[in-house]
T-cell receptor, first 111, second 117 residues
């Protein structure tokens, strides 16, 4: 799996968009970008994933640069319940192997 | 869909005793289950991978005789921490992967907080 780099922490005001960056400059052509989050003392939760096109679901949007070397997870209207550690994971789609978690970004949504 | 139930959510046990943690996939068949451990302010570290009906594969440094994993059915895997010691106190999380969920594939339990006193 390609290495990812994320800022260790970010703050965001409640109601504003939270933009979480992830650098994955060594990503290969068949690797997807996955985002999970972990609220304190809970198991990780899947958010979204994409290959090269931008993706949107009910939780978030994923913007992948044209060269695929970086991506941004966007929470359009952050709430206090979005405070969590967000993990960006790059891996081959459909792989049966385990997910490998880096250190992630601690997002704190401030009232 | 794709719910994984992990039980208990927290347990306190005495040093030297054994603790069993259950992980159940409620609405899909989990062909593979993963067990992770997470220490405070650290990321998840994979302990072992188990496929239904076969022996678990342990990561380097994880004692297979101490952390017994059983995956006897497509909906249940158990992790037993044997002869627990205070240094085994941690947050244990299971993850299940089913056959028919390409791309996403991984659903996590809510975790078990183990405290050994």
């Amino acid at each position: 799996d390609a290495k990812t780099t994320q800022p260790p922490s970010m703050d965001c005001a409640e109601g504003r968009a939270a933009n979480l960056p992830c650098n994955h400059s060594t990503i290969s052509g068949n690797e997807y970008v996955y985002w999970y989050r972990q609220i304190h003392s809970q198991g990780p939760q899947y958010i979204i994933h994409g290959l090269k096109n931008n993706e949107t679901n009910e939780m978030a949007s994923l913007i992948i640069t044209e060269d695929r070397k970086s991506s941004t997870l966007i929470l359009p209207h952050a709430t206090l319940r979005d405070t969590a550690v967000y993990y960006c994971i790059v891996r081959v789609g459909g792989s049966a192997r385990q997910l490998t978690f880096g250190s992630g970004t601690q997002l704190t949504v401030l009232p | 869909g794709a719910v994984v139930s992990q039980h208990p959510s927290r347990v306190i046990c005495k040093s030297g005793t054994s603790v069993k943690i259950e992980c159940r996939s409620l609405d899909f068949q989990a062909t593979t289950m993963f067990w992770y451990r997470q220490f405070p302010k650290k990321s998840l570290m994979l302990m072992a991978t188990s496929n239904e009906g076969s022996k678990a594969t342990y990561e380097q440094g994880v004692e297979k005789d101490k952390f017994l994993i059983n995956h006897a059915s497509l909906t249940l895997s158990t992790l037993t921490v044997t002869s627990a010691h205070p240094e085994d106190s941690s947050f244990y999380i299971c993850s299940a992967r089913g056959r028919a969920r390409p791309g996403v594939g991984y659903t996590f339990g809510s975790g078990t907080r183990l405290t050994v006193v």
